[in-house]
């Protein structure tokens, strides 16, 4: 993962960087009761061709995050800063006719629910075709031809059949395969994909995510990954961006994050995770306490309630200023931390857990 800095006002062109770049975002609600901080200062790149798996509990701002590059938002009721950049164009300063030419032609998104994304009331082909029609201006013939083309490329049989049945004629994976082919239907560069297999059973998952990489290999589409899942990002992801209260928490490559974890956020989503290698059933350990409310974040370091090492790292710090991920190229974290003794607790961690194997070995021969 690389990050390139440039000058430049927003809106304006700027020299070559990444295919995608958001810089010191912020994503803020008005509501009843105050102000929510859905998104405060996230930075991330995403290269052309990758995929950037975003990982975290619900209301880290995964979601609110890739709306903003959508500018799906609300611009009443949302407060929206920073700069998003796709390639030379930024976003969050495009006027809206702009950002609806992109959606659905060079960024695509597809939803974690399809039964409720497809329209009940139109055919399959047509929901693929009128996508195309709009972004491209063609005919109907044509718009047809190409959602039948596009059903048989993600592998729907009898796709000239299919492409007239409506959404619940489908099943579950066949319909996210039709969410699919809707998306890609205009060749977009960059698909927001947010958990796009919660909703199928384990093996449809593995199809879906095959077929997400083999797409990406035939048409070097980038891809956003949202899901709470670390075992998707490991099979599927190049990069990993955690989130945690609007912020993130750790970043670096896939290799990099899931081998050599930092921040204890990350250390918390592993170790809730099964492992299938693991020989003996070792207990899961969640994250302990619940995610902070973001219409009052807490102090310092938002994961400190919830942290076991305060203490270590310096209570006037942790409690008292905000951690940010360094700024520069590769693996970075927000926790103060040494890089020492973060090294010295996962050791420590793993061997916990390897007295924790040994534990339910003997009592399994007990
Ligand atoms: Fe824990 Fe402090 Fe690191 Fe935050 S900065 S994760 S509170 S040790």
Not at 8 to 18: H, Y
Not at 143 to 148: E, H, N, P, Q
Not at 267 to 282: A, E, T
Request: aromatic content about 4%; overall charge negative; glycine content about 10%.
């Amino acid at each position: 993962m690389t990050t390139v800095s440039w000058s430049g006002e927003p809106g304006t062109s700027r020299g070559p960087g990444p295919f995608l770049s958001v810089r010191d975002l912020s994503v803020e609600f008005s509501t009843e009761d105050g102000v929510v901080h859905a998104v405060d200062g996230l930075s991330f790149d995403l290269e052309k061709g990758t995929t950037l798996g975003i990982v975290g509990e619900s209301g880290s701002g995964k979601s609110v995050t890739n709306l903003a590059i959508l500018g799906l938002h609300d611009p009443a009721h949302t407060q929206i800063g920073g700069e998003i950049w796709l390639e030379d164009r930024e976003l969050i300063t495009a006027d809206r006719a702009t950002m609806e030419k992109l959606r659905g032609d060079r960024v695509a998104m597809i939803f974690q629910d399809p039964l409720t994304a497809l329209s009940p009331f139109h055919t399959i082909g047509r929901q693929i075709g009128e996508v195309y029609r709009k972004h491209r201006g063609a005919s109907k013939k044509e718009a047809r031809d190409r959602a039948v083309e596009m059903l048989r490329r993600v592998g729907i049989p009898q796709p000239e059949v299919r492409v007239d049945h409506y959404p619940h004629e489908f099943s579950g994976g066949m319909r996210q395969r039709a969410m699919i082919a809707m998306a890609l239907v205009c060749d977009p560069d960059l698909l927001i994909a947010d958990e796009p297999t919660t909703a199928l059973d384990v093996t449809v998952q593995a199809q879906i995510l095959d077929l997400l990489k083999d797409l990406q290999q035939q048409f070097g589409t980038s891809i956003i990954l949202i899901t709470h899942d670390l075992g998707v990002v490991a099979n599927t992801a190049d990069d990993v961006l955690v989130m945690y209260a609007g912020r993130a928490a750790e970043r670096g490559t896939v290799r990099e994050v899931l081998r050599e974890p930092r921040h204890p956020y990350t250390w918390g989503l592993l170790s809730s995770m099964p492992r299938l290698n693991s020989s003996v059933d070792v207990p899961l350990k969640p994250v302990r306490g619940t995610p902070p409310s973001l219409l009052n974040p807490p102090s310092g370091c938002p994961f400190h309630p919830r942290c076991d090492y305060p203490r270590l790292a310096g209570p006037e710090l942790c409690f008292g200023q905000r951690p940010d991920v360094s700024p520069e190229t590769g693996h970075g974290d927000a926790c103060y931390l040494t890089l020492e003794q973060k090294r010295e607790l996962r050791t420590t961690q793993a061997s916990d857990q390897t007295e924790a194997q040994i534990d339910a070995r003997t009592e399994d021969g007990a």
